[in-house]
């Protein structure tokens, strides 16, 4: 069964980078893309990029180009991401969400929450 | 930036009644790229509608989708206590997918 299993809790300070992990198991990783969501307390979902696993290419949302990095290890078959310069509006619950077929999101991480605070 | 605005914005209703929720986009969404989740407290999201109208693997056909351009709905035709829950509608038909805001469906 697909399974999309993420990284722990994580505390940064102001200004800092986060890396979270989503490792993929239960289908061939390079055969889908990856979305990464983040939902901060109390408020809706944000899309913030896409990755495609096979050869690495990623779309960023225009607001989070130039601070998100999205990268994968095919032998792990893990995909990262990681936010720089780090403010307390970061502060969320990163989603990584595997892009089916025909474009929506079924298969969900568990979340990954990231608070920042100094 | 195709931009999605969901209505109400809260919707309170009694067990057995039909909830009615509203998704207008701000441009045609292309060949019905629409999606509809729902995300319970403290769970992530899980797609309930896709392609506008097609209702995902398991999901009760309490649930269904309709619309196509730029106004869609999602309607639970017999409110259960566990449909709880705030739900996103969200356009998968651009290179950059958005979110609605999203509609809190309270159980009176």
């Known amino acids: 069964q697909v399974q999309l299993v993420q990284s722990g809790a994580e505390m940064k300070k102001p200004g800092a980078s986060v890396k979270v992990s989503c490792k993929a198991s239960?289908?061939?990783?390079?055969?889908?893309?990856m979305h990464w969501v983040r939902q901060a307390p109390g408020q809706g979902l944000e899309w913030m990029g896409i990755?495609?696993?096979?050869?690495?290419?990623?779309n960023y949302a225009q607001k989070f180009q130039g601070r998100v990095t999205m990268t994968r290890d095919t032998s792990t078959s893990t995909v990262y991401m990681e936010l720089s310069s780090l403010r307390s509006e970061d502060t969320a619950v990163y989603y990584c969400a595997r892009r089916e077929i025909s474009g929506y999101m079924y298969y969900w991480g568990q979340g990954t929450l990231v608070t920042v605070s100094s | 930036e195709i931009v999605l605005t969901q209505s109400p914005g809260t919707l309170s209703l009694s067990p057995g009644e039909r909830a009615t929720l509203s998704c207008r986009a701000s441009q045609s969404i292309s060949s019905s790229y629409l999606a509809w989740y729902q995300q319970k407290p403290g769970q992530a999201p899980r797609l309930l509608i896709y392609g506008a109208s097609n209702r995902a693997t398991g999901i009760p056909d309490r649930f269904s989708g309709s619309g196509s351009g730029t106004d869609f709905t999602l309607s639970i035709s017999r409110l259960e206590p566990e449909d709880l829950a705030v739900y996103y509608c969200q356009q998968y038909g651009s290179s950059s997918p958005t979110f609605g805001q999203g509609t809190k469906v309270e159980i009176k």
């Open positions: 239960g289908y061939t990783f390079t055969s889908y893309f």
């Open positions: 990755i495609n696993p096979s050869g690495g290419s990623t």
